[in-house]
Structures are given as C-alpha cells and as structure tokens.
C-alpha cells in the first residue's frame, strides 16, 4: 500500500514562475515531513522539512504547506531556476514518542519531474 | 566533513553470486539508515542502526539480506544469492539522532 502519493509524475514550468508539487499522504500517524531533490547518479538531498504542528514552513524560494485535515503537503518553489530541474521526492515520518522529537525511517512518494525551461 | 559515502558506486553481477555493500556516514552521526530505489520509485526503507545495534527491519529485507555496523561507524550490507529483482540503487543515509538524514550517491545494483 502507497501510503505517501505523488500523483503528478512530471511538472514542466517556465524559469521564473512558480512550481508548485504535491503530496498526500494516508497514514494519520505522520507528523513529520520531508521534501528531498534528487539529480540523476546522485543520491537525494535534503531540501526542507515541516512538522504537524505547523502548516507552513519557508526556507528561501522554498515552502512547504501542510494540511492535516486533508493529509496533503505541497512544496511551492518561487522563482524556479532551471538548475531546480530533477526528480523531487516528499517523505513522511511518524514520531516514537509521545513527544514527537524521536523520528526513524522514512516513507516516500513516488516522485515527481520537475523540468524548468529557461 | 566528506558527507555519506557508498562503495561501490556500480556492481554488476551474475544471479546466485554473494555481493557486499559499505557505507560510510557522516562522522559522528549515530544512525544510519539503509534503503532501496528502483526504476520509477521513491526510496524504500530497509533496515537502520542506532550505534551498532539494528533498531529496525523491513519485511522487504528477506533473509537473503543481511546488515552489520559491527563498530557504530560503517556499514555493510549483504546479499546473497543474489535475484534479477534485487537490481535496484541501494542508498545509505545517516544522520544524529532523529534529526535530518544525508543520503549517500547509492550503489547501483544489476542482477544479470
């Protein structure tokens, strides 16, 4: 069972504009969340994270939404740069503890192509 | 600081035939996390250490795969008997704790 989903298998966006991927998720145990970008021969790096109990998260051009309710995150890139072109994955994580600060393996989406033309 | 490193990068092998994978991760991270890629697919969760004692194990890791961190530093993981369905990327990640894992390159798997 899929239990993170990226339905959008590819997402082709003009340089400047905005990029916008989407993730939903179905086990209602995770309260942690992760955006990775991958390039061809490499493995994933880390790009943003957002916990449960927020709903956003900004880092530079990135942002990460969360939306508990409907077990849906999206990562908004703005401005997209053409070097932004690759693969990006959306993780979750569900905590160990009650507390919510112990956190082991990951789940991910399928991923999406991100191509952005210049 | 080098980040995660994975030997080999590409390993090429004939079905029924052993093969080794090591994994080095960030200096001082204590855990470290083992998953697989293939063709089209997100990174599936294998097995991860905390130090050297193996925390958690996939159902995907039959009892084909096996996974050591002897020391708390480096890891290997095993296959024997290797399948054509094993080829896929193998990738090492590690981290402090619970917090962000730093994925390695991967080592490319392919099962002739």
């Known amino acids: 069972d899929q239990q993170v989903k990226q339905n959008s298998p590819s997402l082709s966006v003009q340089e400047g504009r905005i990029s916008i991927l989407n993730c939903d998720y179905t086990n209602s145990m995770f309260d942690y969340f992760l955006w990775y970008k991958k390039y061809p021969a490499e493995g994933p790096t880390f790009l943003i994270s957002i916990s449960s109990i927020k709903d956003k998260n900004e880092d530079g051009r990135f942002t990460v939404f969360l939306n508990k309710s409907a077990k849906h995150l999206s990562l908004h890139i703005v401005p997209s740069q053409p070097g932004d072109s690759a693969v990006y994955f959306c993780?979750?994580?569900?905590?160990?503890?009650?507390?919510?600060?112990?956190?082991?393996?990951?789940?991910f989406g399928q991923g999406t192509i991100l191509t952005v033309h210049p | 600081d080098t980040g995660v490193s994975q030997d080999p990068r590409h390993k090429i092998t004939k079905r029924g035939q052993n093969v080794t994978f090591r994994c080095d991760p960030i200096?001082?991270?204590?855990?470290l996390y083992w998953y697989r890629q293939t063709l089209g697919q997100g990174p599936e969760f294998l097995t991860y250490?905390?130090?050297?004692?193996?925390?958690?194990k996939s159902r995907l890791l039959s009892d084909r795969f096996s996974a050591e961190r002897p020391k708390g530093s480096f890891s290997t993981l095993e296959i024997q008997r290797t399948e054509q369905g094993d080829s896929a990327m193998y990738l090492c990640a590690s981290s402090l704790g619970s917090g962000t894992q730093y994925f390695g390159p991967g080592t490319r798997l392919l099962v002739l």
């Open positions: 200096s001082e991270h204590n855990r």
């Open positions: 250490f905390q130090n050297e004692a193996q925390l958690e």
């Open positions: 993780a979750a994580s569900e905590s160990a503890n009650a507390g919510g600060t112990s956190y082991g393996k990951l789940t």
